[in-house]
């Protein structure tokens, strides 16, 4: 005999509750994204980093490149975790206009 205490629903289920109607096509722009928008944020975060740290110009652009290095597969990974494609492009377009800002505005000596 089953009570009703073992009628109850799952708290909590493994997964998405909706399936993508495309999965294939949501990893390959996923991946795209993470891919190309990845080394963007990667190269202007370097780039920003670079110009703003007051450091000789060798040690500044090291220190770039290593933080573009870090930067890169934390943007592809974080492509996998966003819950929706258009949400990821746009953080990924909102991070490279921020880091275009920070450059232009050290470039300028502001």
Sequence with gaps: MVSAGMRRRALASPGKSVPPRRPRLNIALRTLVGLAGGYGVASLGGVALALWLPLSRADGAMAGILFG?????????????????????????????????IALAAGRGL
């Design 69 to 101: 290095l870090l930067l890169w597969p934390t943007v592809f990974m974080a492509a996998f975790g966003v819950s929706g494609i258009w949400r990821l492009v746009m953080v990924v377009a909102g991070c490279m206009v921020s880091f275009t800002i």
